[in-house]
């Protein structure tokens, strides 16, 4: 299994990285179903939308305590972490 950061090309390090990438739990935000600009859950695999719609990835995020998203599709896409708020 590829960590985020081999799959991505992160070149940031970050204390709150996954060592693994898990798979996605859907193909579209689960809670409001939009395909667009998607976000994959670092640490579960849970698939939400960007803030620059209804930002349900951030919310997730939020309330699960799981730190780091990834743009999708994999391989194509940014790891973000929301503690130290950058990119990695």
């Not at 996954?18 to 939009?34: D, I, R």
């Not at 579960?44 to 919310?59: E, I, K, L, N, P």
């Not at 743009?71 to 896409?77: D, L």
Request: net charge negative.
């Amino acid at each position: 299994m590829q960590t985020i950061k081999e799959l991505l090309g992160a070149t940031g390090s970050c204390e709150h990285l996954p060592p693994t990438v898990p798979a996605a739990q859907a193909n579209a935000c689960q809670e409001c179903g939009s395909g667009f600009n998607i976000r994959l859950c670092a640490t579960c695999g849970h698939v939400g939308c960007c803030d620059s719609q209804a930002g349900h990835a951030r919310t997730h995020a939020s309330e699960t305590g799981h730190p780091v998203i990834y743009g999708t599709p994999k391989g194509g896409g940014f790891v973000w972490c929301y503690p130290d708020n950058r990119y990695l």
